[in-house]
């Protein structure tokens, strides 16, 4: 049975930073591109990120280029969301995600971490 399970989610002042961590269950990562979504109270679910096979290609949605990273460790079989100068529109919950992902798709899914930046 696949299983996401997020965690280092939590409250954080502007600025800040928190990693987010996405332990797999149930397949190995090793074979597909992994990635991260949000969502906002009263929004639409959100790309943020997602990293390919191998980890050589990564993409991220403008809104997070160049404070966000996504990392991956198929040894650990866990992908990784390091989330610098957070700001307070970056509240949301983040969800992991894999299986055939795209930009607006994706077949597995998390339940979720909390991530709160207070101004």
């Known amino acids: 049975q696949v299983r996401l399970v997020e965690s280092g989610g939590g409250l954080v002042e502007t600025g800040g930073s928190l990693r987010l961590s996405c332990a797999a269950s149930?397949?190995?990562?090793?074979?597909?591109?992994m990635g991260w979504f949000r969502q906002a109270p009263g929004k639409e679910r959100e790309f943020v990120a997602s990293i390919a096979r191998g980890g050589d290609d990564t993409d991220y949605v403008d809104s997070v280029k160049g404070r966000f990273t996504i990392s991956r460790d198929d040894a650990k079989n866990t992908v990784y969301l390091q989330m610098n100068s957070l700001k307070p529109e970056d509240t949301a919950k983040y969800y992991c995600?894999?299986?055939?992902?795209?930009?607006?798709?994706?077949?597995?899914w998390g339940q979720g971490t909390q991530v709160t930046v207070s101004s």
């Open positions: 149930g397949f190995t990562i090793g074979g597909h591109r």
């Open positions: 995600a894999g299986g055939g992902l795209r930009r607006d798709r994706a077949a597995w």
